[in-house]
């Protein structure tokens, strides 16, 4: 979707602002909503594209306002509430429906850490042909999909190079919204800077941007 | 799209039934949570704690300070990051699929999510406020230049400047070029001259900045 998150090269949004010594969570609800949003994930109702897209449909004016972690708590509602987990009344009330069932067991301390010792990868051990080679040159699709892509705007319709196979992962544009990993290649693909941005990008400045085999057909 | 966010926002605005503060908010969450049996709070402190004291920029620190030092790890990180980074003991979430890309004299690497704030959590930790703020993930793939100067970096012009955007689940780990006059120091040494943003590649790695800072 054509939506706020797909902030590359828009203009106005400020100068970057560093902190020194800055803490880990800044406060302590940050720590528990970013541990509730790892540890829900692993009753498997959603997956990692889908957590994304979640946060994606905070409506624009409520992304901008909302700091990082402000996304987090909305995103993990609506994807616990569409899951079916918890309803609306009972995240208003902030007790459990009567009669609701109890879910058990949550993923104890040993399990959680081992979840994020092991990762989620997201390669498919699946024996795809490539459909570009390296040094192959490639024009991306002018595309505007209504749904979750990873396909950004400033990298639609414009001519780069395969840099790099990456191999076969797991489709972003259907896994976040249940309809299949449909694994497929993924390339890192090199964009001069100014084929992006014109004449004011570096001469010798180059964007690289990893890209699935469906975002792209042959130059 | 979702039916679930319009409901989420008109909940949020009733002031009545739920807190606008956040700290009361995921408090309540975490209570509603607990009580329907879907999460653990012994595991919630366990994964806080080891994002606040185990997984951060010291792990990425150590990898460069072992690439710096032995050139056969070099070649290793380079070609194949995964099984190089796991010989150190590092890998799992947001690290599953690693790529590590190196500055040289004349070519800089800057690492972006212009999408949301995907980073290299397994070897770098939780991204700072400022990778995840909509001015740098704006701003870095159309003026990294720009971006790079406020932090205080001047490139010259013959240099060339590399922005990786993570769109996908590949995650980027920049290996900064070893300082001048570093050549006695051991890796342990090293690895403490090496700062998160220099794996970022939002700054290089200075002997004396690194020294000032204590």
């Not at chain 1, 979840?115 to 570009?132: H, S, Y």
């Not at chain 1, 414009?158 to 992962?169: E, K, P």
């Not at chain 2, 408090?27 to 999460?39: D, H, I, N, T």
Request: net charge neutral.
């Amino acid at each position: 979707m054509n939506g706020i998150h797909d902030m590359g090269g828009m203009h106005g949004m400020g100068p970057i602002v560093e902190e020194k010594n800055e803490p880990v969570f800044h406060e302590g609800w940050e720590g528990r909503i970013f541990a509730m949003n790892l540890a829900m994930g692993a009753w498997r109702k959603w997956n990692l594209d889908a957590s994304r897209h979640s946060r994606e449909l905070i409506p624009p004016a409520e992304y901008l306002r909302m700091s990082y972690y402000e996304k987090w708590i909305a995103g993990l509602i609506a994807l616990m509430v569409k899951a079916g987990l918890v309803r609306g009344d009972e995240i208003e009330s902030g007790t459990a429906a009567v009669g609701s069932t109890k879910a058990v067991p949550a993923v104890n301390p040993q399990q959680a850490l081992a979840r994020i010792a092991t990762g989620l990868p997201a390669k498919r051990n699946v024996d795809l042909p490539a459909r570009f080679k390296v040094g192959q040159r490639v024009r991306t699709r002018n595309v505007h999909p209504l749904g979750h892509t990873r396909l950004p705007r400033y990298a639609r319709g414009r001519f780069g190079t395969i840099n790099r196979d990456h191999g076969v992962f797991v489709f972003p544009d259907t896994n976040a919204h249940f309809l299949g990993e449909q694994p497929q290649r993924v390339y890192s693909v090199c964009f001069a800077a100014r084929e992006l941005w014109g004449a004011q990008a570096g001469e010798k400045d180059s964007v690289y941007v990893d890209l699935w085999d469906d975002y792209l057909e042959p130059a | 799209m979702s039916p679930d966010l319009p409901d989420m926002h008109r909940h949020q605005h009733d002031h009545r039934a739920v807190p606008s503060d956040p700290a009361l908010r995921v408090k309540a969450l975490e209570s509603l949570l607990v009580e329907k049996g879907l999460v653990d709070r012994a595991a919630l402190d366990a994964l806080v704690d080891a994002y606040e004291n185990k997984i951060g920029p010291r792990n990425g620190a150590r990898v460069v300070a072992r690439a710096w030092s032995d050139p056969a790890y070099k070649q290793r990180l380079l070609s194949d990051a995964d099984a190089a980074i796991a010989e150190m003991g590092y890998g799992g979430f947001q690290g599953e699929h690693m790529v590590v890309v190196e500055n040289l004299a004349k070519v800089h690497n800057l690492v972006v999510c212009t999408l949301c704030s995907c980073y290299p959590w397994a070897v770098l930790g939780l991204p700072p406020v400022w990778y995840k703020s909509a001015p740098y993930r704006s701003r870095a793939v159309i003026d990294p230049r720009g971006v790079l100067r406020e932090f205080g970096l001047e490139l010259p012009v013959d240099a060339e400047v590399r922005v990786w955007d993570s769109t996908a689940e590949v995650r980027y780990l920049v290996l900064p070029e070893r300082p001048a006059g570093t050549e006695a120091m051991n890796e342990e040494e090293l690895a403490a001259l090496v700062t998160r943003d220099a794996m970022v590649g939002a700054r290089k790695v200075s002997v004396l900045k690194a020294r000032s800072a204590g």
